[in-house]
């Protein structure tokens, strides 16, 4: 029946061979690529406003300085990447540059970067989402986390079935985005031409604080979430027709100039209108409102802003399983993160990242506020090592220009690197040091990890001194019965099958019990089976004296091997009738391969499974 | 590490021979038996409070009679319990007496109510126990759920170790309590003859409700909970030394005198005195700060309520485990609960007495006041049907003198039942609803239990159709293989010492795999061990294409038996190393015992653990 669900919800099985990869044109590739980057100006625009309202009209002053530095930051790193889709036509993510130009340790801190990255823009761009849903139907604002995790679960069931990037479930949201919010800031200008400025002394609350240094700072290190995102093109070169290089960098400056637009546009406005909100609402929603007024446009604008959110959402769902099969594939993290499942998708990498996701959703109570100071490090991170690694692939290629292309790619590394200075400093306080922590936490896991399996294969490998290629003598085979009863006659001929060197053991826990079941073996016939041995045990544990009497006959007996372990056990015709059972036998074989004792043993265990019929 | 730490917690292994019962003088026996009954004043009074205190001071004027006619009660069914012990020297629990005596049916519902009733009295002792602290330590008020489950958790060691119910760590709480608590009520006598009576109407807070007969029945019902743990002496009338009836009786009869005496002085003197307490603070707290003032006298009564509370909580952790182990043996409970543990105490009834009570504790945010709707129920239940029992017994018997003790327990049943009535009525919305749902449903849950462990009893007897003695021919081997390394090859080997028909099956994900390791296999002249057989797996899954290779083998070879499997497993060196392998060879084992085309096919199934040595 689970099956039947789970086919349902994921859709049936499809074979390897209908993988395959569609190009497409620049309109399609933008819809595809840049919805993460376009959204982040929902969570950017809030941050600049949250940091800002505490110092009252006078901090508000400093939106539109703080957006113009950002749009330059913005310009600069543009740029950068032109440079990597030139360098890297097959996609080149921060792992990639950083590993192939910087050296190992430097292309694991980027892969760790990303990994956190990955998971937050999932949570943010959610979280950010169901703000702005919420900020129409304020009936949502206490279940913000619900709501999250609900949309989390759908998109998660929509990735295992496997999306195209390129469908028009992606390409929808993201024009229909685009169109309302570049009509929302053109009626937005009209109003503002038409009406003047607004007062924000008037409705902004008393000041908390004065405007410090560090304020300004602080916020514009939240603002810089407003950059995130903007590295998938370069990822995603091959997904274009050709020419691949010229249409990525074509593509690259019109999503650049639709994210200043969008960004400048909506600071710009909020500002010189004095717009305020309140606090359960988000500042792009008391825009959209003073602009549009509350009515069907207003609903359709957060609509919309949902819309892209959640595909901006989406992106971390094939970057995140990607990144992770290619760390697989490196030995960094578990091999099974590196299988196509059913769907052709990975669908373990899916399962992880949501999972992850629900669980700072969850623990950050549905607040992307709360969210965003772990958020922007781990990209800036991996913004500053691609920068890095570029100038460094330029130094050694030495290819022509190469060094107006260096300085180009060290402005990159230097702006994204202050950037991230600011953000570590002023953040770290708020949850930066969560992420500061973690990086190189993950990086050592990486590295164990990759031991672990250089050790494992060290150990299989077949060169070196070759295995004996001899058969094993024939194995003595020990049967422990509970008694006699069907069960065990049937498992002692499958013993005799096996071996002709077979003996049942019975561990006597009860007294006296030993002796009856000697009687009945006699009764029986069974000792031409096999030998019987009554193994008495004091303290009423089945395991110890059962080990003990293995190691006495392997001690005894000396035949150059172990003794095989023959466990008769009864399989339930319902999974919870297993509970009125003992499981003895999964306890043997349980310590059979991790008791102290046991390890480093090569025993056979051998189950024969007796199904019962009710 | 977790042995040794479990070892030093718990202590080391008990042999058999030394479990002995050890015979009791009154004097110990009233300490081992009586605690639960004595401690039972403790919630009592505050329910009566708490009950009436709604009222106002003109509700609280009916503590008095109500506690009368609750001694009433007590008296009439401690005299009833007297019957029992003369019927049944050996210990006559409400399973047995109601089993024997009405049946099956009849017998299982007192189990349950018994079950039920073991389990709130550790949820409401406790938390009884912790009120009564928090009470003289204020700043405990708000972690009561927290001490309760630290207290809980102490108590269940100290039962897994294994306490001698006569053990003095029981008889000096017990004491200390009945000398503390008998000089505050005779000090509390004293300041009542000198200072004459309070006026409650000046402390009690102003009335939320008129007095009814529904409060007055309500609050009668609730202080009933004063004789849960009466029948604790007819249960254990084989630890008295003999003649074991007349001691039993004796100490019956003392028990009866002490639990009126407490209950009635406490009861009156809070009335007499017009003591009132706040939210924060227990009734007997409030009156023994009135009778003592706040010194070190008060602190000793609270420490010694708390003391007897815990002891009384006791008496389920061996009356619980003994039930479930008499319930296992007749096939009623899973079977496990008749083991007895290293330390000879049932540990896994222990375990799961103290899982489910610490579940209750946590639900009920550690509140005994929101917990005593469900106790009460469980307790008259069986107090009605052990009465009822005996009732039935002397008709049945005609012993002489029967005829004026079937009126004795008719009377109890009588009485106890109507208690009950009362109780389910007025507590149904409170809570009792969910033990009346309770009840039914164990007793169905207990019957199929039973029904599943005759139904295997039956597949598995030796008596009708004798089985066939024949040893099974040689066994084909299947050996699902991952490639060619240094584990396969000692797999091989050990497969061919079981059985000259080995087949190898290599499922192959990525096209054009399996060439290569069908190439491997002959340059390493593994064809002599074992056939390679390339199944194709398009849809990337190794489990299907792995079955269907079995059955079309099983059904194109024929030979009356199906192929057992081989499964090379690799062992790692540590735990969480699992998870950096596919564990392919586990789930092949699950696919094979619980996926529904294996079903009832018995298939042998040989582990063969390669132990890595990091």
Redesign the interface.
Known sequence: MLDHILRTLIGS?????QMGEERLSKVRALAALSPDALSSIAYANQEIFLGLVVAGAAGLAFAWPIALAIVALLAIVALSYTQIIRAYPTGGGAYTVARENLGTIPGLVAAAALFINYLLAVAVSLTAGVAALASAFPVLWPHRTAVSLLLLAVITVVNLRGVREAGLVIAVPVYLFLGSFLAMLAIGLARALLEGPGDPAAVAPAPLQSVTLMLVLHTFASGCTALTGIEAISNGVQIFKPPETRHANQTMLAMTILMAVLFLGSTGLTQYLGVVSGPEETILSALARRVLGTNVLYFAVQLALLGVLIVGANTSYVGFPRLASLLARDGYV???LS????RLVFSNGILVLAGLAGVLIVLFEGDSHALVPLFAVGAFLAFALSQAGMVSYWLRGRQPGWLIKAVLNSLGTLVTGVALAVMMITKFADGAWIVIVLIPLLVVVFRR?QE??I??SA????RGLP?????????RIVLPVSG????V??AL??A????RHVTAVYVE?E?GAGERVRRQWTE???DS?ARLEIVPS????VIGPLLDYLDRQDHEVNDGQLASVLLPE??T?H?W?A????QTAWLI?LA???RRRS????????????????
Chains 1, 2 share one sequence.
């Open positions: 099985p499809m074979p390897t061979h578990p091999r099974q299988l196509l499942g059913d990890i672990h399996y050790a494992i150990q299989l490998t077949l295995p004996s290629l001899l058969p094993l003598p024939e194995p006699v009863h069907r069960g006659i049937e001929r499958y005799g099958s096996l071996s826990i007294p029986w016939g069974l089976f004091p303290y009423r544990s009864f399989v015709a999974w009738e509970f009125l059972h003992n074989k059979l391969l991790y390890l480093g043993k090569t025993r056979g265990i051998i189950d024969y499974p007796q199904h019962l019929r009710r």
